[in-house]
């Protein structure tokens, strides 16, 4: 029942009048119900133009698919007064269809969509004067008309692809700027790291001269006193060695 339900349900939302639901549900826009599309049933039910117009863009094939009774879209867009908007649509889509006749029945005798509108009292002038007008040169108005959208459609898909290259190449360069913040901050903490690391080795070094420094005082100091020691002793050698020559010579005499 659940499949049943989503199959049917733009058919329902349709046959209610819910134009809100229908809209925002297209579900089975390709399915048909009693032989009529959703699009049948939305043009003869007096569905919004917006609401057409979307059926006719989601499925443009539907404007060739006969209905109940042989009828197209377009035949119906005539007989129930549709505006110049849907018929208009409807004719780009399938030019031919101007042309194309209904199912004869006991009811009434085959008619084109160009019939029905002569036979439509209520229908405005604008679209008798649309549904009048020769099919080729609809034809030349739907080609050209189709080319434009496809253009169109061609310059959405690449402004489009050129908006996420664009947001690719911003997030690219946000990324970009957040990496070199990090190997910037990594690289601040690693210069602090060296820079503690040569201030440590210099005041180390400065220490180590100190001592040097002053080891070599010390030791400069003690060869003054060395030397000072060795001339003290040289002169007092040298005083007794006088003294024992004045005490020879003195004997000799």
């Not at 819910?18 to 959703?38: C, I």
């Not at 499925?59 to 007064?81: D, F, M, N, T």
């Not at 664009?166 to 602090?192: C, H, I, M, N, P």
């Amino acid at each position: 029942m659940s499949g049943q339900y989503f199959l049917f349900g733009l058919h329902r939302h349709i046959m209610t009048n819910d134009w809100d639901a229908a809209g925002n549900d297209f579900t089975g826009v390709r399915e048909t119900h009693d032989d009529d599309l959703p699009l049948h049933m939305a043009i003869y039910r007096r569905a919004p133009d917006n609401l057409v117009i979307h059926l006719i863009e989601a499925y443009p094939s539907a404007a060739r698919i006969k209905g109940r009774e042989g009828y197209l879209p377009l035949h119906w867009a005539c007989q129930v007064g549709a505006s110049l908007a849907v018929v208009e649509a409807l004719i780009v889509e399938y030019p031919s269809a101007l042309d194309v006749a209904t199912s004869p029945s006991a009811k009434r005798p085959s008619m084109t969509p160009r019939a029905l509108a002569r036979a439509n009292l209520n229908l405005r002038l604008d679209v008798k004067d649309a549904v009048t007008q020769g099919t080729s040169l609809w034809v030349r108005f739907s080609a050209i008309e189709k080319a434009r959208r496809d253009q169109a459609e061609k310059v959405n898909r690449l402004e489009t692809k050129l908006t996420e290259m664009e947001e690719g190449f911003t997030d690219a360069v946000l990324q970009l700027e957040s990496r070199f913040k990090t190997y910037e901050e990594d690289t601040k903490a690693l210069l602090g790291k060296l820079m503690q690391t040569i201030r440590k080795t210099n005041e180390e070094q400065e220490q180590e001269m100190e001592e040097i420094k002053d080891e070599l005082a010390l030791q400069k100091s003690h060869q003054n006193v060395s030397r000072t020691a060795n001339r003290q002793y040289s002169d007092d050698l040298r005083m007794l060695f006088e003294s024992g020559d004045s005490k020879i010579r003195a004997q000799e005499r």
